[in-house]
Each structure stands twice: as structure tokens, then as C-alpha cells.
């Protein structure tokens, strides 16, 4: 297994983990609990060790319970990733509210390591910028918790280049997570940079595009009603969601041509575009994370690279709606 120091850390990873929002909530109805153990507990198996969760994912924080119940018998194998800042009603799951305060970090990391069932958090992200605090307050409580050994490491999520460099001169920044993928390349510009400039490793979510970018997706594919790629993903709706599957096609002749998956064409890419990343793929299917696993023995040649970098420019539809547009790199 390929593993990555987390920023300036000592503290490794591997290379391709394990994104765990989708066995909860967001990509249709949550996974029955016992099957989502198991596939935590094979994909311990298969060599992964970076587990990627958030207060904010299923309603009540069923991610990080689910997440305490697969790994607090076997604490040492696993690095858990989770983040704070968006509040959502405990019962109704309704979105309530952003809080980066010092007084929300240090309730969340206790309500999370409870849930989680551990007594310290690897790698702690703010999971989006609070407008109403700035960064350095947040950035200062959360270096109070790797002080107390309560957080291994300091992350940010979907923060601008800017952003980083501030809260990077309170403590060292290990790792900036953003959504990073041939479909979204957005962050190359300015964030990227940043990253490179502060030492902060790059951890790249939805790298298949939601699935897009998987092939999975026809264009007489319904998307069901509680699946949010409908209503929050405006690539996944109308006129650019067809144009976006034609997009699509040229990575799946892509892949048939090399006789892999197109999700590992995909996932190649951005190892291949960004020395040092983690990407964190979600899945729900054994048969799937191999797949995705597997992508770190695939090397794209340039030819192969010139045709996928010219996707991301004909990209049709932002990658979130107004409002989850809104709250990217604050
Ligand atoms: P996110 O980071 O938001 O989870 P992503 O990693 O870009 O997004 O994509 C996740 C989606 O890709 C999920 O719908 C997942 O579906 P399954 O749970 O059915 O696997 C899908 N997916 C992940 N790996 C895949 C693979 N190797 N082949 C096909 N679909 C895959």
C-alpha cells in the first residue's frame, strides 16, 4: 500500500482511503448497519487506514456512530478523519446553522470522540469557513486539542488559498481537503499553490465525481428522491447532465482501451496530477473499493492525460448549488 505523511506530520496514511459519508446518508437510503461494519472491517483488511467522516454526515451523526460500533475494537489499525462546523437539527437532520467558535470546536470534538468511541481524533477539520469567526480564533482552539492530545492534526475543508496561508501562521495546516477530480479542477489556481506553499497535503473527496465519472450514471439513470446529486448537484440535473455523460464516455473508452475500470482512470488522474495527494473515494461495495484500491497500480500516459485534461473546461453545471456554492472557499 502506497502510504503519504500527512502534511509535516509523522503521522502516515494510505494513499487511497476510504470517503464513509455515503454509508450514512446523501447517496440514498443509509446502508443497513451490520453490512457497513463489514465493509469497514474488510477494508481494514485490504490495507486501508484513512477513514473520512464528519459531524455533519446522516442525521444525528449516524457516520461517526457507525464509524465508533466498526472501530473501537481495533483502534490501532485505523485513522479516523472527522470535522465540525456545520450544525444540523439532531432529529430532523435540517441544516441549522455554521460555527467555527472556539466554544463549538470544543463541544464537538467531545460529542465526536463519544460517538467514535476513541479518546483522540487523527486528523480534525473545520468543514467549512465561518464567516462570523475568523479563522485564526478557530484554527487556535483547534491547536489547544492537539496540545491536549485529543486531535493528532489540524485540517481545513474548502477554504481558499488565502485562508490557508492565514491559519497556517497558527499552526501547521496537515492537510486541506477539497472536492478534486477531472470534472473539478478549480482549486489548481489558487489553493493548490497554497498547499504546496504551506506544506499542507492535499485530500481529495468526491475524486469519481459523485460517481459520475464511473460510468455508472446513464442518461436514463433516475435519480431517486433522496439522493442529494439531484437536488444539490446541478451537474446531475437536465441539459448538463447529458452533456456531462457524453464527457463521461471518453473516459470509459479510456479505460475499456486499457482494460480497467473507469473508476480507476479516474482516480489515476489525480494521482497522477498531484504529487503527495490522498484521495478519499466513497463507496458502499466491496467489489468497488477494490476497484478504487486498485487504481494506484495505474499509470495514464501523457497522451492519455492530454485527453483527460481537457474534460474539466467543458464541465457543464457548478459542483454544488447556490447555497452549497456559497460556502466554498471561505
Ligand atoms: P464522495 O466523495 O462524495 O463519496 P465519490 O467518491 O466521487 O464521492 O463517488 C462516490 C460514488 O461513486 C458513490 O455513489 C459510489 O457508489 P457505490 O456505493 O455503489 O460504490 C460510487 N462508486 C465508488 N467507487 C466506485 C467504483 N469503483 N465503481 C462504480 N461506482 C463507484
Redesign the pocket.
Known amino acids: 500500500m502506497n502510504h503519504r505523511n500527512l502534511g509535516n506530520t509523522t503521522i502516515t496514511m494510505n494513499q487511497v482511503g476510504l470517503?464513509c459519508?455515503?454509508?450514512s446518508e446523501?447517496?440514498?437510503p443509509p446502508?443497513d448497519i451490520n453490512v457497513a461494519v463489514k465493509l469497514l472491517h474488510e477494508a481494514i483488511d485490504l490495507g486501508v487506514d484513512h477513514f473520512d467522516t464528519a459531524e455533519s454526515y446522516g442525521v444525528g451523526s449516524a457516520n461517526e456512530t457507525l464509524l465508533g460500533l466498526a472501530f473501537h475494537d481495533r483502534r490501532d489499525k485505523v485513522r479516523i478523519a472527522t470535522k465540525f462546523g456545520p450544525l444540523r437539527d439532531p432529529v430532523s437532520g435540517e441544516r441549522v446553522g455554521l460555527d467555527g467558535s472556539r466554544a463549538n470546536c470544543r463541544r464537538a470534538v467531545e460529542d465526536s470522540l463519544g460517538r467514535l468511541q476513541t479518546d483522540h481524533i487523527d486528523l480534525y477539520y473545520l468543514h467549512r469557513a465561518d464567516p462570523n469567526t475568523p479563522i485564526e480564533e478557530t484554527v487556535a482552539a483547534m491547536a489547544e486539542l492537539v496540545k491536549e492530545g485529543k486531535i493528532g492534526a489540524i485540517g481545513l475543508s474548502e477554504v481558499s488559498g488565502a485562508t490557508l496561508k492565514r491559519a497556517s501562521a497558527i499552526h501547521p495546516i496537515a492537510a486541506l481537503q477539497s472536492?478534486y477530480?477531472i470534472f473539478s479542477r478549480d482549486i489548481e489556481a489558487d489553493v493548490i499553490p497554497a498547499c504546496v506553499e504551506t506544506g499542507t497535503s492535499l485530500v481529495a473527496?468526491?475524486?469519481?465525481?459523485?460517481?459520475?465519472?464511473?460510468?455508472?450514471f446513464k442518461t436514463t439513470s433516475q435519480i431517486a428522491d433522496n439522493d442529494f446529486?439531484g437536488v444539490m448537484q446541478p451537474r446531475f440535473s437536465g441539459d448538463a447532465y447529458r452533456a456531462n455523460l457524453a464527457l463521461v464516455d471518453r473516459i470509459i473508452a479510456l479505460a475499456q482501451a486499457r482494460n480497467v475500470?473507469?473508476?480507476?482512470v479516474?482516480l489515476a488522474w489525480v494521482i497522477a496530477r498531484q504529487e503527495n495527494v490522498l484521495l478519499?473515494?466513497?463507496?458502499?461495495?466491496l467489489?468497488?473499493?477494490?476497484?478504487?484500491l486498485a487504481a494506484m497500480t495505474l499509470t495514464l500516459d501523457d497522451k492519455e492525460l492530454t485527453i483527460l485534461d481537457q474534460l474539466a473546461d467543458m464541465v457543464q453545471g457548478t459542483r454544488y448549488n447556490e447555497q452549497g456554492m456559497a460556502m466554498l472557499n471561505g
Not at 478519499?280 to 461495495?285: A, E, M, R, S
Open positions: 470517503g459519508m455515503g454509508l446523501f447517496y440514498g446502508t472536492e477530480s473527496y468526491s475524486p469519481l465525481g459523485r460517481g459520475m465519472l464511473t460510468g455508472a446529486r475500470t473507469s473508476a480507476e479516474a478519499i473515494p466513497g463507496t458502499t461495495k467489489t468497488n473499493l477494490k476497484s478504487n
